[in-house]
Nanobody, 127 residues
Framework: VQLQASGGGLVQPGGSLRLSCAAS????????IGWFRQAPGKEREGVSC????????RVADSVKGRLTISRANAKNTVDLQMTSLKPEDTSIYYC?????????????????????WGQGTQVTVSS
């Protein structure tokens, strides 16, 4: 399994970015994708996740209303649309993946629930 996160960059406060996570190297249709972030000196934080089969979403309270996770048109790709960005959103953003049983309809924001990780993409919010 390979995960490729992209779309990070420098944006002014109040601006928007769209991150993408492209997953490859597997055939299983039952999996979750999670987006996490980690700022220097801080613990890794789960911001959003999606169950691909059922479409179940979870969003952390810290980003609710500003970050939206969705399946992209490209196969096995999940986007994270970020709006109204704040300086405190500055972090390296990682996408992660876990295979789940076909009857499992939820996703989790805990990083220990994911076994595959991408390399991260830097998001910097600054004027």
């Amino acid at each position: 399994v390979q995960l490729q996160a992209s779309g990070g960059g420098l944006v002014q406060p109040g601006g928007s970015l769209r991150l993408s996570c492209a997953a490859s190297g597997f055939w299983n249709a039952d999996y979750n994708i999670g987006w996490f972030r980690q700022a220097p000196g801080k613990e890794r934080e789960g911001v959003s996740c999606i169950n691909i089969r059922y479409g179940t979403l979870r969003v952390a309270d810290s980003v609710k209303g500003r970050l939206t996770i969705s399946r992209a048109n490209a196969k096995n790709t999940v986007d994270l649309q970020m709006t109204s960005l704040k300086p405190e959103d500055t972090s390296i953003y990682y996408c992660a993946m876990s295979f789940v049983p076909s009857l499992f309809a939820d996703c989790r924001l805990q990083d220990n629930a994911y076994g595959y990780w991408g390399q991260g993409t830097q998001v910097t919010v600054s004027s």
